[in-house]
Every structure is written in C-alpha cells, then in structure tokens.
C-alpha cells in the first residue's frame, strides 16, 4: 500500500509541474506580445507624427510592456526566460525615458539601477557603465533635469576620475547649458586626469562661452581667395556656419539655409562657412554645385580645425548669429533660425 501511495503522490507532483510549466510558458507567450513595438498608425504614413504624437502613442505601449516583463520574471523567476524579461524591463523604460522624455518611469529605473549595483561581482568597469547609463538617461530629460543631472555627472567624475568617457559626456552638456552651470562642468574637465586633447577641448568649450556678447575674432582668407574678417562686418547680420559636405545634417539644412540667404540678403544678410572637410576638391565641387556664393574657410583638418579647435566644436551643423555691431549674439541659432535673424535685422 505504501509503494501504490508513493506512485499516487509522485504522479501528482508531476502534473502539477507539468500545469505550472505551460502556465509559465502561456504567460511567457503573452509577455513577449505585450513587449513588441505596435505598428504605428496608417495616417503617419501620409502625415508624419510630431514628437507629442510619438510619445502619446508609444509611452503607454512601453510602460504596459514593461510591467508585464516585470510581471513574468516576479511569478516566475525560475523560468528559462525569465533573464529576457528582465532585460526587456530595462530596455523599454529605458526607451520611454530617452526618447520620449517619460518622468513616470524614473522612479522604477531607479530601483533597477540600485539593484543591479548591488551585484558583488560586477567589475568596476560594469560599475561604471551602469552608473554612466543612469546619468545619460537625465541627459534625454533636460532641461527639466539639470540639476539632478549635472549633480550625477560630478559625483561620476568623484567615482571614477581615470574614466574619459565622463569629461567627454561633461563637455557634450556644457554646450547645451548656460552660464554658472556649463562653466562649472568645463572647471572640472579642465583641472581634471583626463586626456589632454579633452582638456584642450574643454577650452575651447570655455572659449566659446566668452565669446558671447563680445565681437567675435574670425578672420581669414577663404577658399576663394576672399578676405574675411567678420569683426569688419558691420551693420550686417552673419550667419557663421560649422559645417561639412560629409554631414547629413549640415546638408539637408541647406535648403532652409538657402532660402534665407536668398530673401534677405538684400537687407544686409551675410554667410560666412567654417568647412569641416578633408578634401578640398570635394569642397569645391560641392559648393559649386549649390550655387553657395558665401565664402569658406578651409584647412583640411576635420575636428581639428583651427578655428573649430579654438571655439570647441564637438559637432555639426552649429550655426552661430552675429548682430549689426559684430557681437555674438546667439551660439544655439539652428532653432527659429529665421525668426532669430529677422529681429537681429530688425536692430
């Protein structure tokens, strides 16, 4: 009797891990459907969807997906899949924060990151790489987030001095703040271990902050043989613009750029070009086929152009706006770049 009881109890042990198996794999299925993009919506296809539109619609998806990963890998911590729903977690509250700009979720990516920090056999470069990943998050949110994001980045540098990537990260930032803040974040870079080329860098960084509100000093003879001395512009408004033919950007922006030139050059509108190429002929070749009659300043030395070098621009298109008296008025001038010079004319 006591051999047939053992059979009755090991033939329902079985079962019920048998249930509890495709219990677990059921609700994998449904984990892994809640955790797929959804197909956008076919008006986008005719009328492409703002940013507000793209967060309105993908955000809710995100968090949904998120939580049901949550869901699984807390019911079922055993399960072969249970690792991919974690990292599904992560990646899709990651997304909503960084793309989307999504504050909701900070919280819970918080605990996360304090989770995984507490792991004993993370490496300090895995430390590092997910203390820097908590920083970069804040990035996506400013300028909501400044300071809690400029008081990340300063408590990464004191935790990991030797770790380049942080003053590179510090000079990105700097030169989308104003002010105290960005000339704090280039302080530290600059009396920091980091490389040199980051420290001389960071002073271009600081060079291009005290440019503004002084009469901007670029001169040079451009491509064409032009003497250009920007100083000497007066009562012109100047458009000064870091760009390459090899940037994607730089090149869509042309038409925009163009028609500007075009309306109100006649009211005292200039362009003056600082070219990030590497080669001159293709330079040449392609300012000849815009028709781009502004003059260039050229040297072959991509992100070591000397007047790139000397003011810290780390990336292109920058467009910088001079007044009517040779001022630098504004180094942020791609948004409302039309309205920004019609009011400089306006002067």
């Known amino acids: 009797m006591s051999a047939r009881s053992q059979d009755a109890s090991g033939g329902s042990t079985n079962s019920a891990v048998a249930t509890n198996n495709a219990e677990a794999d059921k ?32 955000v809710p998806a995100l968090e949904a997906g998120a939580a049901k990963a949550r869901e699984f890998y807390t019911q079922y911590p055993q ?43 993370l490496s300090e470069d895995e430390r590092f790489q997910l203390r820097m990943e908590a920083v970069q998050r804040l990035m996506g949110g400013l300028p909501q987030t400044k300071e809690e994001f400029i008081k990340g980045l300063e408590e990464l540098q004191k935790d990991f001095p030797k ?33 040199d080329e980051i420290k001389s860098d960071a002073r271009g960084v600081l060079n291009r902050l005290d440019a503004v509100g002084k009469p901007l000093a670029i001169e040079f003879k451009a491509l064409d043989g032009r003497e250009v001395d920007v100083a000497k512009l007066k009562d012109k408004v100047v458009l000064v613009e870091f760009w390459a033919t090899w940037c994607g950007p730089c090149v869509a922006e042309l038409p925009e750029i163009k028609q500007v030139y075009s309306r109100v050059h006649g009211q005292g509108f200039e362009i003056v070009g600082i070219s990030f190429d590497e080669s001159q002929a293709a330079l040449e070749k392609f300012v000849k086929e815009n028709d781009m009659s502004w003059p260039q300043y050229f040297d072959g030395k991509l992100f070591q152009n000397k007047i790139g070098q000397q003011y ?13 008296k040779g001022i630098l008025r504004d180094i942020n001038g791609r948004d409302g770049l039309e309205d920004k010079i019609a009011k400089l004319l306006a002067e």
């Open 312 to 324: 810290g621009i780390n990336g292109i298109p920058t467009l910088w706006l001079v007044d009517k």
């Open 27 to 58: 609700a994998w299925r449904e984990t892994y459907k809640a955790i797929q993009s959804p197909w956008p919506p076919p008006e986008w296809q005719q009328k492409p969807p703002t940013p507000e539109e793209q967060a309105k619609f993908y």
């Open 163 to 195: 770790h380049d990537e942080v003053y590179v990260l510090m000079l990105q930032v700097a030169g989308q703040l104003e002010g105290d803040g960005a000339r704090a974040l280039i302080k530290l870079v600059v009396d920091s271990p980091a490389a």
């Open 79 to 121: 399960h072969a899949r249970a690792e991919d729903a974690r990292k599904a977690e992560l990646m899709m509250l990651t997304m909503a924060t960084q793309r989307y700009h999504d504050t909701n979720v900070t919280p819970r990516l918080a605990v996360l990151d304090k989770e995984r920090l507490n792991d004993p056999k």
